[in-house]
């Protein structure tokens, strides 16, 4: 099995739209397995759909700023991840809460990881991670950071396992109509930074 990357970093054609809706289906993908008992399901019904993110990750394309990157089997999307510039004034996008994190404003944000859930545990999510993080630390950020709620453990232990560590800073993020969930800010610092 043959594994390349995909970045979208070229004019939005036919191909970068399928890659925009590859990504946003890992997204919902990634969001109803982790978050099944977490988040209440007419929320995930009403919200969550395979096309969510398209414009998201369309508008990211033309601004330039958060690069997309993707992790096929050939015509299989594995993996995806949304990554740049810490964000420092407003959202990015299309965001359920304000992740402005200004005392980090010279770091690189992880802004998103997903995998397809039938391949969860094979690694796949690791090879982006670390493309990712080889990218930041290339383009002179002295580390990267990334929120991940409490409520997903999987997670959390994932980026433990690549060095990332809880710096206390954390934010509830309410879903409607009574859902609280707790997003938690993982930080990495780049060893020679």
């Known amino acids: 099995m043959e594994l390349i990357f995909v970045e979208q970093v070229y004019l939005a054609d036919a191909r970068s739209e399928r890659h925009f809706r590859d990504m946003s289906l890992l ?6 397995a982790a978050y099944r008992d977490s988040i209440p399901a007419d ?9 969510r993110w398209v414009p998201v990750f369309r508008q990211n394309y033309e601004e330039g700023v958060y690069r997309g990157l993707l992790l096929y089997s050939g015509d299989t999307p594995l993996c995806c ?10 959202a990015a996008g299309d965001t359920i809460c304000n992740f402005s994190s200004p005392d980090l404003a010279a770091w690189g944000e992880l802004v998103s990881l997903y995998g397809h859930p039938d391949y969860w545990g094979r690694g796949y999510g690791s090879i982006v991670m670390e493309e990712v993080l080889r990218r930041l630390k290339q383009a002179g950020y002295p580390g990267c950071f990334l929120y991940v709620l409490r409520e997903n453990a999987r997670a959390r232990r994932f980026y433990e396992k690549h060095g990332f560590a809880w710096d206390g800073h954390s934010l509830e993020v309410t879903l409607p109509p ?4 707790t997003d938690l800010r993982y930080c990495k610092r780049y060893a020679d930074a």
């Open 43 to 51: 929320y995930m019904d009403r919200e969550i759909t395979d096309g």
């Open 81 to 90: 991840a949304t990554y740049g510039p810490a964000r420092v004034d407003t």
């Open 178 to 181: 009574d859902a609280v969930l």
């Open 27 to 32: 997204h919902a993908l990634g969001w109803r």
